[in-house]
């Protein structure tokens, strides 16, 4: 019997950051397990921001960034909840599901910082709920 290899059915290439991506969303699964749906985003980003400190994860929290138009800098800036690593920006929710507008402030994101990947996750169902969108060219 031959042993299963991933890369012969995907790129990797298509799929950046895979491992980091398991790692922050197993995170937030242990997060829900321990706190279950029903608080406000800020106190999911507390436990999330516990969580990275402990393991030693390289994080920015209310990340800003600039939105140029026309070689000017608007007055308006866009504040990521959090980028882990410099490599995902991840989107804390607790509504009512993942709908479109929260993918396209991700893409949003990816756009303005140049990272491939995001992470939306939401808190507020009976199951953790989580998008992974990735940035192509």
Do not use: W
Not at 66 to 86: S, T
Not at 99 to 115: E, M
Request: one cysteine or more; proline letters at 1%; a neutral charge.
């Amino acid at each position: 019997m031959s042993e299963f290899n991933m890369s012969n059915h995907f790129n990797v290439d298509d799929y950046p950051f895979q491992e980091e991506c398991y790692i922050v969303i197993g995170i937030a699964m242990e997060i829900h397990r321990i706190l279950g749906k029903g608080f406000s985003e800020i106190v999911y980003k507390d436990a999330f921001e516990y969580e990275l400190t402990s393991r030693g994860i390289g994080y920015e929290r209310e990340k800003r960034f600039v939105v140029n138009y026309k070689g000017i800098v608007l007055k308006h800036q866009f504040y990521a909840d959090f980028v882990i690593d410099n490599k995902i920006i991840l989107e804390i929710k607790s509504s009512n599901g993942i709908v479109d507008a929260y993918y396209a402030q991700v893409l949003n994101y990816l756009t303005i910082s140049k990272l491939k990947v995001g992470l939306i996750i939401n808190f507020n169902d009976k199951s953790l709920q989580y998008k992974r969108i990735i940035k192509t060219k």
